[in-house]
């Protein structure tokens, strides 16, 4: 089933490139393919010229010669022309060449010999471009030996036919075989520059699929530093107002000043994310503590009780503790600005194959088909994206109980963090 399909592909990228031969290598008259006309023109033209002197040494043909010369004189017009017309008949093509030659012999009964023996290889080495198929092929061969046997028998003798059938065996040969090389190799450079044309084409589409990866890459860090950054600094003062406005000025002294660590911690994280895309710098960090910390400004920032249950049984690669850290606080986040829960849960769990995190609050809940359809809400399609990067999945489901986030992901093991 297989060697068929390989096998229908296979024929028809040879008629693909067959055809496009035909219509570039003879059409086209300032590119590589001029020299094979012009190599032909110019046997045709000897062979013109060596059936004229063996006629003529035996007797002159006023009439025929001059038949004769205009018989050539359409064959190499044909030659010349068939791009246009082998590509659209080319049985036509060759019937009609075969004819000519034909009638070269009945013209020239002295010198035919030269004109058959000359001018039917080349014919049967040009179908060898037209058609490049062996059927064909044979069957033009055939039909151009039987007008050559006709021609012979007409014209000359049984004993002629003997000696000039051998003679045109060996010639047919000849240019056979250099039909095969050149139309290989015709067809090699065409695939060359097919290939090139292909190569071209897919390396414009890595660029621009590197630049759409890259983009969302900083807009996914622009987003979980500078925007979550900034959305922890407008919680800290809306919280820092409201206990002002009660006349709590300790309490809202303490907020300023957790409010300033976490803008210094913002920017830090900004910078770490350009020093990330500038040089692609890595850095250590213990995957348990930084979790602990994430879960320590969640709670200073927003008061909302956090229980954590966490078991690290094994050390991950840098890019998956880097995207964890990320969709853990941008789940936090979520929570903090959406859910008006009381209580979050989180679970972390790492074992030799498995990341496994929960993320669950007892909030309003929202319509889970409302992702990715809100401007300006892109926490929860950052977080599938990270989600994607490390090869993981997620399940997200909400209702007026609360909302439940797990996001299971290989561990991918790395250095000892």
Same mark, same amino acid.
Request: charged share 20%.
């Given at each position: 089933?297989?060697?068929?399909?390989?096998?229908?592909?296979?024929?028809?990228?040879?008629?693909?490139?067959?055809?496009?031969?035909?219509?570039?290598?003879?059409?086209?008259?300032?590119?590589?393919?001029?020299?094979?006309?012009?190599?032909?023109?110019?046997?045709?033209?000897?062979?013109?010229? /060596?059936?004229?002197?063996?006629?003529?040494?035996?007797?002159?043909?006023?009439?025929?010669?001059?038949?004769?010369?205009?018989?050539?004189?359409?064959?190499?017009?044909?030659?010349?022309? !068939?791009?246009?017309?082998?590509?659209?008949?080319?049985?036509?093509?060759?019937?009609?060449?075969?004819?000519?030659?034909?009638?070269? !012999?009945?013209?020239?009964?002295?010198?035919?010999?030269?004109?058959?023996?000359?001018?039917?290889?080349?014919?049967?080495?040009?179908?060898?471009?037209?058609?490049?198929?062996? !059927? +064909?092929?044979?069957?033009?061969?055939?039909?151009?030996?039987?007008?050559?046997?006709?021609?012979?028998?007409?014209?000359?003798?049984?004993?002629?036919?003997?000696?000039?059938?051998?003679?045109?065996?060996?010639?047919?040969?000849?240019?056979?075989?250099?039909?095969?090389?050149?139309?290989?190799?015709?067809?090699?450079?065409?695939?060359?520059?097919?290939?090139?044309?292909?190569?071209?084409?897919?390396?414009?589409?890595?660029?621009?699929?590197?630049?759409?990866?890259?983009?969302?890459?900083?807009?996914?860090?622009?987003?979980?530093?500078?925007?979550?950054?900034? !959305?922890?600094?407008?919680?800290?003062?809306?919280?820092?107002?409201?206990?002002?406005?009660?006349?709590?000025?300790?309490?809202?002294?303490?907020?300023?000043?957790?409010?300033?660590?976490?803008?210094?911690?913002?920017?830090?994280?900004?910078?770490?994310?350009?020093?990330?895309?500038?040089?692609?710098?890595?850095?250590?960090?213990?995957?348990?503590?930084?979790?602990?910390?994430?879960?320590?400004?969640?709670?200073?920032?927003?008061?909302?009780?956090?229980?954590?249950?966490?078991?690290? +049984?094994?050390?991950?690669?840098?890019?998956?503790?880097?995207?964890?850290?990320?969709?853990?606080?941008?789940?936090?986040?979520?929570?903090?600005?959406?859910?008006?829960?009381?209580?979050?849960?989180?679970?972390?769990?790492?074992?030799?194959?498995?990341?496994?995190?929960?993320?669950?609050?007892?909030?309003?809940?929202?319509?889970?088909?409302?992702?990715?359809?809100?401007?300006?809400?892109?926490?929860?399609?950052?977080?599938?994206?990270?989600?994607?990067?490390?090869?993981?999945?997620?399940?997200?489901?909400?209702?007026?109980?609360?909302?439940?986030?797990?996001?299971? /992901?290989? /561990?991918?093991?790395?250095?000892?963090?």
């Amino acid at each position: 089933m297989t060697r068929v399909g390989e096998s229908e592909t296979v024929r028809k990228t040879e008629q693909q490139l067959n055809q496009r031969f035909i219509q570039t290598g003879y059409k086209a008259e300032n590119d590589g393919w001029l020299a094979p006309r012009v190599s032909i023109i110019i046997w045709v033209i000897l062979v013109y010229g /060596a059936t004229m002197f063996w006629q003529l040494s035996a007797a002159s043909l006023m009439i025929g010669s001059l038949f004769f010369t205009v018989a050539i004189l359409v064959h190499i017009v044909l030659h010349w022309h !068939a791009g246009t017309v082998a590509a659209a008949r080319p049985w036509l093509y060759f019937v009609i060449q075969g004819f000519l030659v034909y009638a070269c !012999a009945f013209l020239m009964p002295n010198g035919y010999p030269a004109a058959l023996i000359g001018l039917f290889p080349v014919l049967i080495g040009q179908s060898i471009g037209i058609y490049y198929k062996r !059927a +064909k092929v044979i069957m033009i061969s055939l039909y151009y030996f039987a007008l050559f046997c006709i021609a012979v028998v007409h014209e000359g003798t049984p004993g002629e036919l003997t000696v000039l059938i051998p003679v045109l065996v060996l010639m047919m040969v000849v240019v056979i075989a250099y039909a095969v090389l050149f139309f290989e190799q015709v067809n090699a450079r065409i695939r060359a520059q097919t290939f090139l044309g292909e190569l071209e084409l897919a390396h414009r589409k890595v660029e621009e699929l590197t630049l759409a990866n890259e983009r969302q890459r900083m807009a996914r860090d622009l987003h979980d530093t500078l925007a979550q950054g900034l !959305a922890g600094l407008i919680m800290r003062l809306e919280a820092v107002d409201a206990h002002l406005t009660a006349g709590n000025s300790d309490r809202a002294r303490q907020i300023v000043g957790q409010s300033m660590i976490h803008a210094r911690r913002a920017l830090s994280d900004a910078r770490q994310a350009i020093d990330n895309l500038r040089s692609k710098s890595g850095f250590v960090i213990d995957f348990t503590e930084a979790v602990h910390d994430e879960v320590r400004r969640f709670t200073d920032a927003t008061g909302i009780h956090i229980h954590l249950d966490i078991d690290v +049984k094994a050390s991950l690669s840098r890019l998956l503790v880097e995207h964890s850290l990320h969709i853990m606080s941008e789940g936090l986040t979520n929570v903090a600005r959406h859910a008006q829960a009381n209580n979050v849960w989180v679970t972390v769990r790492v074992d030799s194959e498995h990341l496994v995190i929960k993320i669950r609050d007892d909030g309003k809940g929202f319509s889970t088909e409302l992702i990715g359809r809100q401007s300006g809400h892109y926490g929860l399609i950052g977080i599938r994206e990270r989600v994607r990067l490390i090869g993981g999945t997620i399940a997200i489901a909400s209702n007026h109980q609360g909302t439940n986030i797990q996001i299971e /992901a290989p /561990a991918v093991k790395g250095d000892p963090l």
